[in-house]
């Protein structure tokens, strides 16, 4: 009985958030490689076998702990609501809010493990083309031969602030405001979706 | 005399050279916490106690091998020569012209291990802004208040440009002409210097 450590009963959802809050945390502050699911279990105080239980093994579980703050069904609307003019600073507002908000530490999560896990930069890559910026392409009716690049750009625009402001913690970029940086970059992933860029 | 296995004499500047391009390499491939000087010398065909004799120990090997494609000294009156309103476009140009030279493998190196290791992300971030966005910003004639900021802005868009083109290899920026992101993504780096970023 000794998953029952803090009380939690096993079969709670409490218990399967307490994993994945402790398994975000692990793989935001260790990297994927080095998070192992004996220390996650440890984290959330319950036996190692009932986090293979829920989630299988270390893939599933990480793919669970960062599912949510990159839950395109749940982020795009807000983003693609109103028509193409201001899409460009809504989209830096959502992201802004989902890397900022607690669950954001699973974003961080899966970039430094794209970096160094090549297993990780595929899924990202595939994620971010596939379910991010091929739906926000394709809402926005943009001229298909340009799609790929204009999606390439603002990827580029977003993956460097998440860069700076959440990894390297670059002091200006980590301490501004939400309202700063949407201002400051939201016309540059406007002008990548919609504007010329040749 | 192990040293001279491969023929080339200790003492020469082609057994350094021999040695910093082995470390670029096995940096780039491996990040900075993986990389072994015992490797690294291997792979330059030198004794271990070679590599220590000219270097110390790997973190002094690490600067060595990276110093180069970032010496803002060689780089920066490129950029800054001609004035401050085409510093965007010609700032993007450099920064493709050393990412994609081979010696920008070197560089890769570096943004993984920052991603990776503390130490390395402070090193980073001290070099960025000290050496780089300093000195540009400064060149410039920027209003002092709006320094700090606007330099981070820089390194949101050259640092995901440098992750999507060479550390995720996202197909349509990696694969994309220098000319083609420098004109995209020029007058990006160009606002956020001198234009209206409210």
Redesign the interface.
Known sequence: MNARRTGRRPGSPDTREAILAAAREAFAER?YDAASIRAIAAAAGVDPALVHHYFGGKEELFRAATAFPADPGRLLPAVLAGGPDAAGERMVRVFLEVWDSPTGTAAVAL??S???NEWT?RL??EF??TQVLRRVLDQLDIDPGQR??R???V???????A???Y???????AA?EPA?LV???G??VQ??LTGD??
């Open positions: 990297g970039l430094r794209a970096v160094s930069a990202l890559r971010l083309v790929a690049l999606g390439g750009l990827a580029t625009q977003l993956a460097g602030l860069m700076m402001r990894v390297l913690r670059l002091d200006a970029v501004a700063t201002a400051a970059i016309p540059t002008r990548y860029i040749t």
